[in-house]
């Protein structure tokens, strides 16, 4: 089964939390801002994101989602 | 009610419509625009006025003519736009009317960014517009607080006739919390027939209201400064707030502190509680008026060794706990600014710093 890791930039405020939960240290701020004027977040090293989903549980905003895609 | 998981925004708006306000003119700005998005779809569900004005300057003389007419009304707004704001603020404290206003602060001087910061102290607390007049200013440091603060806010600005503003920043704003809307803070109304222009022929009246900031003949302007003093005066005697943290202990060294800041300095005293040393806390939730006394009180406390202001700011309510300390306790500030919200552990550094260097 494949895994589709989304960040809805634009939900985004950039604070950090999923950054500082990643136990993988995959996640970073963007230094472009988003159309509200945050940096979001992004993977910086996706191969190393084991999708274990701490950073969509921490996410205030619900901004990471993880979707199962069905072959 | 039960209690709901709302975005600290959102929550402030719900908070003014259960408070009795049905009127919101405002103008978008981050970080307090969900204010504005919540509120434009649900005034009109509950009949309510919302309007966006093409400036902060022009929504604030809406908040006048609504205020001046009687109605509840309300604005938010983040630093930049509250400067904008201010000449009104003037106005409608000159005019004796009531409102209220929210300053979701972001960072400054300028434009500044978007982030939390408490540079807006100053402003709020000691003038921002023209001439001798002071808000009634309130520092939340949850959602659940904001909320309270609105609903509280609108019968305190009726009681004195004085716009009431309250002090958020960034991340309340943008936090999500659980959130309870207390049903017993809804007030009434208070009867406005003794000044509002809402028309004679309504109120049965042959005398004619008059809200005016101008005042040229003899001295009616020196009179009516000392009507405002007054009412600052009794501001100090009746509507002081403020909570302690950790203050029944025989405490070292004490920390004064609002709003965001207050709830990193929360952990920060709990950390070092675990290693043996005791830090007492006092949060002003009122600003203006400042509790002089209850500050006076802990910092003079025989155990405590020095006060510390901890601010999102580069230094400005230090200046009141040093008027209040009055030099029988050295006092200290630190503070970060420019939308950095400092940790627990930063605090923790800085208070074992400032209690060895007082020992």
């Known amino acids: 089964m494949d895994y589709q890791y989304q960040i809805d930039a634009d939900r985004c405020k950039g604070c950090g939390l999923c950054v500082a939960v990643c136990p993988k240290k995959v996640l970073s701020l963007l230094q472009k801002n988003n159309s509200k004027g945050y940096f979001p977040a992004y993977r910086v090293d996706e191969s190393a994101c084991v999708l274990c989903g701490t950073c969509c549980i921490m996410c205030p905003d619900i901004a990471i989602t993880i979707t199962s895609i069905d072959n | ?359």
Not at chain 2, 32 to 44: C, D, G, K, N, T
Not at chain 2, 82 to 96: G, K, N, T
Not at chain 2, 185 to 204: C, F, H, Q, V
Not at chain 2, 216 to 228: A, I, P
């Open chain 2, 1 to 359: 009610m039960a209690k709901i998981l709302m975005k600290g925004n959102e929550a402030i708006g719900e908070a003014a419509i259960r408070a009795g306000c049905l009127n919101y003119f405002g103008y978008p700005i981050t970080p307090q625009s969900e204010i504005a998005e919540y509120l434009s779809h649900r005034m009109p569900e509950v009949n309510g006025m919302f309007l966006q004005a093409e400036s902060e300057v022009a929504a604030s003389y809406m908040i006048f003519g609504a205020a001046a007419a009687g109605e509840r009304v309300f604005t938010t707004s983040s630093s930049p736009g509250i400067s904008l704001m201010s000449e009104a603020i003037s106005y409608v404290a000159a005019a004796q009317c009531p409102a209220v206003f929210v300053n979701i602060m972001r960072g400054g001087p300028g434009l500044g960014g978007i982030l939390p910061s408490q540079g807006d102290y100053f402003q709020a607390t000691k003038g921002g517009g023209h001439g001798d007049y002071h808000l009634l200013v309130m520092a939340p440091n949850s959602v659940q607080e904001s909320v309270e603060m609105v609903m509280r806010a609108f019968p305190l600005a009726e009681k004195y006739r004085n716009p009431v503003i309250i002090l958020g920043d960034g991340l309340i704003g943008q936090m999500m919390e659980p959130v309870e809307f207390p049903d017993h803070l809804i007030s009434e109304p208070s009867d406005k027939n003794d000044w509002a222009t809402t028309g004679m022929d309504y109120r049965n009246s042959n005398k004619p209201n008059l809200v005016k900031s101008l005042f040229l003949v003899g001295n009616s302007l020196e009179e009516n400064n000392r009507c405002l003093k007054a009412k600052y005066e009794q501001m100090k005697k009746e509507e002081i707030m403020f909570a302690t943290y950790n203050c029944d202990t025989n405490y070292v060294a004490l920390i004064v502190s609002y709003g965001t800041m207050s709830r990193v300095c929360r952990t920060a005293i709990d950390l070092l509680k675990n290693e043996g040393i005791e830090v007492g806390m006092i949060r002003p939730q009122t600003l203006f008026p400042f509790p002089e006394k209850a500050v006076q009180e802990a910092a003079w406390k025989p155990s405590c060794k020095v006060v510390t202001s901890m601010e999102l700011s580069m230094g400005q309510m230090v200046e009141d706990v040093e008027r209040v300390v009055q030099a029988k306790r050295p006092v200290t500030w630190f503070g970060v600014a420019g939308g950095i919200v400092s940790t627990p552990e930063e605090i923790v550094a800085e208070m074992k710093r400032v209690i060895h260097a007082h020992q």
